[in-house]
C-alpha cells in the first residue's frame, strides 16, 4: 500500500507496505540518487515468499520532500523518518536491507535507535569507513565533485523545476524503457540532494567513526554484508573492514559486480538475503 507521512521536521515521505503472510518484515532503503524502484525484482521475490515488506523513498529522493537545508540531510534525520514509520506501521520485527547510502542510514538507525534494533542487518556495498575523499564524491575526480556541489547551491536543481518527474522508474526494465529521461534526472534533478546527503554522511562517519565500529562489533543479532568486485564507489576491501569488526558476520562477494549489484544481480542477491534469513531467523 503506497501511503505518506509527515516526519518530524515537516518532511514528506513516501513508503510502500506489504503485509504478507509473514508478519516479519524486510525493510528496504535505497542508495543515493535512487528511489524505491531499485528494489522492484527483490521485493517481487520476497512477497512470492510470503514476507511483509516496506519501502521507502529517502527524503530528496523519488516521491519524498527535498528540503533545502543541508542540515536537513543529516543521517539522524534519515533514521528518524525511518522510525517513525516502523512505529506508524506498528513494525517491531524487522530487518534493515541497505544499499549503499541506505547502509548507511540503516547503521545511524542502530546507532540512535539501540532498544529498537532490527532483527537482522543487511549491509550491501556499504561501510563503516567512508569510501572516498572530501574532494571526490562517489571517487570521482575533483573537477566533477566541485561542479557537483557549484550546481547543487543553485536553483536550477531544486525539484520544484522539474514538478511533473514525481516517481521515475529506476529499475532495469524502467531504465531501459526511459533512459533518455532517466540520463537528463539523474545528471541534473537529483544533484543537490546527492551532495548534500552524501557531505553528510561523511560528516556523520568522522564525527562517530568510533561509536559505530563499536556498535557494529556489539551488534548482537544477525549481520549480512555483500560486495561487488567491481565496485568502484564502495570497494570490496571496505565492506570487508565491516567483516573484521563482526566476525559473525556473513560476507558474500559478487566478484563480477559494480556498485548497482541490487539491480544487475538481483535475483542472485535476492537468493542470499533468502538463505542468510532462513538460517538465522526461527520464523
Same mark, same amino acid.
Given at each position: ?32 540518487? !535512487? ?23 529517502? #527524503? ?13 540531510? #543529516? ?15 506498528? *513494525? ?13 542510514? !540503516? ?16 549491509? =550491501? ?10 574532494? %571526490? ?7 566533477? /565533485?566541485?561542479?557537483?556541489? @557549484? =550546481? ?39 544533484? #543537490? ?10 560528516? @556523520? ?5 568510533? %561509536? *559505530?565500529? /563499536?556498535? =557494529? ?8 554484508? *555483500? ?34 549489484? *541490487? ?12 538463505? @542468510? ?7
Amino acid at each position: 500500500m503506497e501511503q505518506k507521512i509527515i516526519s518530524f521536521d515537516g518532511s514528506e515521505i513516501y513508503y510502500q507496505h506489504h503485509k504478507g503472510k509473514k508478519d516479519y518484515t524486510l525493510t528496504f532503503l535505497h542508495g543515493v540518487g !535512487a528511489n524505491w524502484t531499485v528494489w522492484k525484482k527483490e521485493l517481487n521475490f520476497f512477497k512470492k515468499k510470503g514476507f511483509s515488506t516496506l519501502v521507502i523513498d529517502l #527524503r530528496g529522493h523519488g516521491q519524498s520532500s527535498s528540503p533545502l537545508e543541508f542540515e536537513k540531510y #543529516r543521517l539522524y534525520h534519515f533514521s528518524r523518518d525511518l522510525r517513525q514509520i516502523l512505529t506508524q506501521e506498528k *513494525i517491531n520485527d524487522f530487518s534493515l536491507i541497505g544499499h549503499s547510502l541506505g547502509g548507511g542510514v !540503516a547503521l545511524s538507525y542502530c546507532l540512535h535507535y539501540p532498544k529498537k534494533l532490527p532483527s537482522s542487518l543487511v549491509l =550491501i556495498e556499504t561501510s563503516t569507513t567512508f569510501p572516498f575523499k572530501h574532494n %571526490r564524491l562517489l571517487n570521482m575526480g575533483p573537477y566533477i /565533485t566541485h561542479f557537483l556541489r @557549484f =550546481i547543487a547551491s543553485h536553483k536550477l536543481t531544486n525539484k520544484e523545476h522539474f514538478f511533473h518527474f514525481k516517481d521515475i522508474d529506476l529499475s532495469f526494465t524502467g531504465m531501459k524503457e526511459n533512459w533518455k529521461l532517466i540520463s537528463h534526472l539523474i545528471h541534473i534533478t537529483p544533484i #543537490r540532494s546527492l551532495v548534500k546527503a552524501l557531505d553528510n554522511l561523511e560528516r @556523520f562517519v568522522f564525527k562517530n567513526h568510533h %561509536r *559505530i565500529d /563499536t556498535m =557494529i562489533k556489539n551488534f548482537p543479532n544477525p549481520v549480512l554484508l *555483500i560486495a561487488g568486485g567491481r565496485d568502484k564507489v564502495v570497494p570490496p576491501e571496505y565492506v570487508h573492514l565491516v567483516q573484521k569488526l563482526n566476525h559473525n558476520a556473513k560476507y558474500h562477494l559478487f566478484r563480477k559486480a559494480g556498485h548497482k549489484v *541490487i539491480m544487475d544481480d538481483a535475483e542472485k542477491v535476492s537468493k542470499v538475503v533468502y538463505n @542468510f534469513l532462513n538460517e538465522n531467523l526461527k520464523n
